[in-house]
């Protein structure tokens, strides 16, 4: 049979000085958004460091941009006016449809307000209005935002979820910047 070489124990560690006991080695509920998972016994201490992910975000704002495009360009071959009758779009005589690309454009126009009163554009996060109606999305001004101004980014991201996400409580639940006031 087998031999216990070693009788079960719960995980202890210290985070920033107060203790955590768990009965597993996979730790997800202590530090948002990080898991540990713990190897092996240890007295000394481990320094554990990460980092916000750029790349990720980059991803993330330039396939809003993308999908944003592609409505718009879904709404423009609905909503295609024509004196022929078989070149029109199944929506050209519904102004609602129009109306929904335009205020896909004045969401990017409009300022985005933070928590602390000031705001920041969409050009600030990237997205930039084309002269044909289209959206842009430029990594280098997203990028500079990020190093200048890495908290009201994640700020106006969040408010951008909140304003145009139909169920935010992920979002209000589980961010620890969330300003309700905002």
């Known amino acids: ?7 079960a124990a719960d995980a202890s560690l210290l985070v ?4 955590v006991t768990r009965s597993r080695n996979s730790i997800d509920d ?4 990080l898991q540990l998972n713990l190897k092996k016994t240890t007295a000394a201490p ?4 990460f980092a916000r992910d750029d790349q990720a975000i980059n991803d993330k704002v330039k396939a809003l941009v993308d999908a944003a495009n592609g409505a718009m360009s879904t709404i423009a071959s609905a909503t295609r006016t024509s004196t022929q009758e078989s070149a029109r779009g199944p ?5 609602s449809a129009r109306r929904l690309s335009d205020s896909i454009r004045s969401v990017i126009a409009a300022p985005i307000t933070l928590p602390d009163g000031s705001s920041m554009t969409a050009r600030s996060l990237g997205v930039c209005l084309n002269r044909d109606g289209t959206l842009k999305f430029d990594p280098a001004e997203l990028k500079k935002s990020l190093s200048e101004r890495p908290q009201d980014v994640h700020d106006a991201l969040g408010k951008i979820i909140i304003d145009t996400n139909n169920n935010p409580e992920h979002f209000l639940t589980t961010n620890p910047y969330y300003d309700s006031l905002v």
């Open 1 to 7: 049979g087998f031999t216990n070489a070693r009788p």
């Open 16 to 19: 920033d000085g107060v203790p």
């Open 30 to 33: 202590v530090i948002e958004g």
């Open 46 to 49: 481990i320094e554990v460091s």
């Open 91 to 95: 929506l050209a005589s519904d102004p």
